[in-house]
């Protein structure tokens, strides 16, 4: 199974701030026929599922606020909320789609400092 | 509307069986692959199984393989996953989620979840 590692567990950021949260993948999820990483993005809110937010790793889902982005390839990957909004405060998964079982990373805590 | 709702949890002893069912509306149900993907209380996310549309092709993780089984009903538009030995560490909240049709891959990424139903495996 691939594993999925997220840094850090816990982060604070300043509402205007930029919130950057890593994911590291165990292998590639670079698939070469097609160039594209196998990797998504979620946002969980208190008592809610989990919402997709990033999928290629970079592609915003519909609807997804374009101050949400994310980065990375191979097995490096990057989740960036560029001016930190009271309502993005949350758990954000990572998840890797190369390979079943699909895998996800232990969740980062972001909220308000 | 895509709408996805999950029925069926509740509280078992350890070795005993539960039926989780998940109510699709909104999509064409027969044409999405589903999972069930589940969360331990303060926990993160672990995929559970999942299903093709047809229903002929179906997937578990190991820790579950060979307890558990998923299905489908495509004329009820109902997705069901069958629970039996149960064990304490089964104790999650059990989500159903759709395929993303923009990652129409298998595995894929999930674009719609339900509520879930949470399953409690405790004597």
């Known amino acids: 199974d691939i594993v999925m590692t997220q840094s850090p567990d816990s982060l604070a950021v300043s509402l205007g701030e930029r919130a950057t949260i890593n994911c590291k993948s165990s292998?590639?999820?670079?698939?070469?026929?097609?160039?594209?990483?196998?990797l998504a993005w979620y946002q969980q809110k208190p008592g809610q599922p989990p919402k997709l937010l990033i999928y290629w790793a970079s592609t915003r889902e519909s609807g997804v606020p374009d101050r949400f982005s994310g980065s990375g390839s191979g097995t490096d990957f990057t989740l960036t909320i560029s001016s930190l909004q009271a309502e993005d405060v949350a758990v954000y998964y990572c998840?890797?789609?190369?390979?079943?079982?699909?895998?996800f990373g232990q969740g980062t805590r972001l909220e308000i400092k | 509307e895509v709408q996805l709702l999950e029925s069926g949890g509740g509280l078992v002893q350890p070795g005993g069986s539960l039926r989780l069912s998940c109510a699709a509306s909104g999509f064409t149900f027969s044409s999405y692959p589903m999972s069930w993907v589940r969360q331990a209380p303060g926990k993160g996310l672990e995929w559970v199984s999942a299903?093709?549309?047809?229903?002929?092709?179906?997937y578990y993780a190991d820790s579950v393989k060979g307890r558990f089984t998923i299905s489908r009903d495509n004329s009820k538009n109902t997705l069901y996953l069958q629970m039996n030995s149960l064990r304490a560490e089964d104790t999650a909240v059990y989500y159903c989620?759709?395929?993303?049709?923009?990652?129409?891959?298998?595995?894929?990424?999930?674009?719609?979840w339900g509520q879930g139903t949470l399953v409690t495996v405790s004597s």
């Open positions: 989620a759709k395929r993303s049709p923009d990652t129409a891959v298998s595995p894929p990424a999930f674009d719609y």
């Open positions: 299903i093709s549309g047809s229903g002929g092709s179906t």
């Open positions: 998840q890797q789609y190369y390979s079943t079982p699909p895998t």
């Open positions: 292998q590639s999820v670079l698939y070469s026929s097609n160039t594209k990483n196998y």
